[in-house]
């Protein structure tokens, strides 16, 4: 099974700051196949990124997801009030896996 | 719209089974893979398995293999996932999420469940 291990636990920042959310598997994620997602208390998770880098539909281009293999990085390039949440990763090259989240809190 | 609605809050004594109904709207039942997901309070995502609704076929995560069944009713477009044997572990949020694939990402999710087990 694949692990997933996101850092930070959580990240404390300022509305218009940036902010770099980082996913690392235990295992080459295959044709990065790592999606993103957005949660907020009380409600189901929202899809973000899928593919590692494509948004998905009707997400803000603020929202950018990059890298391969192992490493991948969820970046907001300036927050926005409602971006405060829970973000998990999860692989879907082998079987299906989540990471343990990162909270994004308002500093 | 794709819409998947779930069925209300239930609470259940340890040892009873619990059936959670996922309705969709807005596409072809068939045409998506659904899965379920659970989160237990204050806690992460956990995949449980999918089910096929073209098929019928399942794959269940290992952890659930044997306590978990899902199946599904292609007139009225439910997916269902039944858990037995539940434990107070088993408290937690349940979400369908439709996929596209047997492996794949999550592009749309019912509002979860909360199943409370509790003596």
């Known amino acids: 099974e694949i692990v997933l291990t996101q850092s930070p636990g959580t990240l404390s920042l300022s509305p218009g700051e940036r902010a770099t959310l980082s996913c690392r598997a235990s295992q080459s994620v295959s044709s990065s196949y790592l999606a993103w997602y957005q949660q907020k208390p009380g409600q189901a998770p929202r899809l973000l990124i899928y593919g590692a880098s494509s948004r998905a539909t009707g997400i803000p281009d603020r929202f950018s997801g990059s890298g391969s293999g192992t490493d991948f990085t969820l970046t907001i390039s300036r927050l926005e009030p409602e971006d405060f949440a829970v973000y998990y990763c999860?692989?879907?090259?082998?079987?299906?896996?989540f990471g343990q989240g990162t909270k994004v809190e308002i500093k | 719209q794709v819409q998947l609605v779930q069925s209300g809050a239930e609470v259940k004594k340890p040892g009873a089974s619990v059936k959670v109904s996922c309705k969709a709207s807005g596409y072809t039942f068939t045409g998506y893979y659904m899965h379920w997901v659970r989160q237990a309070p204050g806690q992460g995502l956990e995949w449980m398995g999918w089910i096929n609704p073209n098929s019928g076929g399942t794959n269940y995560a290992q952890k659930f293999q044997g306590w978990v069944t899902m199946t599904r009713d292609t007139s009225i477009s439910t997916a269902y996932m039944e858990l037995s044997r539940l434990r107070s572990d088993d408290t937690a949020v349940y979400y369908c999420?439709?996929?596209?694939?047997?492996?794949?990402?999550?592009?749309?999710w019912g509002q979860g469940t909360l199943v409370t087990v509790s003596s």
């Open positions: 999420a439709r996929a596209r694939n047997d492996m794949g990402y999550f592009d749309y």
């Open positions: 999860q692989q879907y090259g082998s079987s299906l896996t």
